[in-house]
């Protein structure tokens, strides 16, 4: 998007002179306060609004240049409450695109029906109406009419906002599963900044007035707001969301203080000298902390044990899951699991602490969690000054 505005007849200024340069095949989250243009940016790319000003290409190409039906067909569309077709099946929702574009039927139900597996629908589903479906069922039933001619770019506007916490989570989890698959180039509207840290790529926050505050990726908008509203948007936690950006992997565990409940009495000695001991059973699973005193050896289990609250996977999780372990646990040491759930060590909230003072102090996460589609680059990114 090449310095575009859009002044409705009224006069309203929706969106004033932005400019981005979107990523392909990552997702780009536009954000920011009620009517502050995010709709109407949307729209222009599909060209249900034209622009007064401005150009917006699309691999090079003006998008003014190009049939408004060939343009619909490669955009997909997903707005929030879904907007599904009530007297139509879900089956036939999902097929309508292919439907209208001349693949048959056979052919489109039996996309339709792929879709469904691929946005976790269960195929019983099919023929019922939209009615009969819960708010986060319809809002699959939405991506995957949205992915069903499996167009290039997909338009999200707000499409999780109407359903609860919990299901909002699984549908984002289930976006991001979906894109790590099929590598789209979405552009995701949100008002809500802690969805846009988790989906985007790219965030554009906008204010009021269409104007562009920052385009940045997630962690950079973390660390170096650009100005006082960008900071008053990302709210208080700003510090804390940060850490989701540094990996654990690098924390420097002890095994000192781990005991199996078996222990004899020389192991028992050999750990006595840490404040608490953390006990596991044989396949050394995690049972809870210790008191050095409180331990007979071989009976370990039957002590009065304390809760080793959550742990972590160091190399899977971030240093922020490693800090609230680390704060959730009665002993102030957080304790690192394997993928099974074994025990590979523990650490203390003052070195948790001491990690993430070297990696603030370091600039940029180097690395994401691993699994998280933001790993990657996104290409020839060109960041635009507001
Ligand atoms: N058809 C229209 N005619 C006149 N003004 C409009 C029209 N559509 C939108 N606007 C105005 O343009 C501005 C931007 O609207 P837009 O819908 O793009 O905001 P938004 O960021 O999507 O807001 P929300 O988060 O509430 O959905 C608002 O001031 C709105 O009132
Ligand atoms: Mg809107």
Not at 71 to 77: D, E, K, P
Not at 90 to 106: C, E, F, H, S
Not at 342 to 352: I, L
């Amino acid at each position: 998007m090449d310095s575009v505005t859009k002044r409705y007849p009224d006069g309203t200024v929706a969106v004033d002179r932005l400019s981005l340069e979107i990523p392909d095949r990552a997702i780009t989250v536009l954000v920011g306060p009620s009517g502050c243009g995010k709709t109407t940016t949307l729209r222009m790319i599909n060209r249900m609004v034209e622009p007064t000003e401005g150009t917006i290409l699309l691999d090079g190409e003006d998008l003014q240049q190009q049939p408004v039906t060939t343009l619909r067909r490669s955009m997909g569309y997903v707005i929030q409450n879904a907007g599904l077709f009530q007297h139509r099946t879900i089956l036939d929702n999902i097929a309508t695109v292919p439907r209208m574009i001349g693949w048959g039927k056979q052919k489109s139900r039996e996309r339709a029906a792929e879709l469904m597996e691929r946005v976790g629908l269960d195929a019983s589903l099919a023929k019922r109406y939209p009615y009969q479906l819960s708010g986060g069922q319809q809002q699959r039933v939405g991506v995957a009419r949205a992915l069903a001619a499996d167009p290039p770019v997909l338009l999200m506007d707000e499409p999780f906002s109407a359903v609860d916490p919990v299901v909002r989570k699984g549908l984002q989890d289930e976006l991001l599963r979906i894109q790590d698959e099929l590598g789209k180039t979405i552009v995701f509207v949100t008002h809500d900044i802690d969805e846009a840290i988790k989906l985007g790529t790219m965030v554009a926050v906008m204010r009021t007035g269409g104007r562009l505050a920052q385009f940045a990726p997630p962690a950079e908008l973390l660390s170096d707001p650009a100005d006082d509203f960008v900071e008053d948007f990302l709210g208080a936690d700003r510090g804390i969301r940060r850490l989701s950006f540094f990996p654990s992997a690098g924390l420097e565990l002890t095994t000192g203080p781990v005991v199996r409940a078996d222990a004899t009495a020389e192991q028992l000695a050999a750990a006595g000298g840490a404040p608490h001991l953390l006990v596991t059973d044989a396949d050394d699973r995690p049972l809870g902390w210790a008191e050095p005193g409180d331990l007979t050896a071989g009976d370990l289990a039957a002590g009065r044990l304390l809760s080793f609250g959550r742990p972590f996977v160091p190399g899977t999780d971030s240093l922020r899951a490693a800090l609230d372990c680390a704060v959730l646990s009665p002993t102030g040491w957080a304790v690192a699991v394997d993928a099974d759930g074994r025990v590979t060590g523990v650490v203390s909230q003052q070195t948790v602490g001491a990690a993430i003072r070297s990696a603030h102090g370091a600039g940029d996460p180097g690395a994401v969690t691993p699994g998280d589609a933001r790993a990657e680059e996104p290409g020839d990114v060109t960041k635009v000054a507001p």
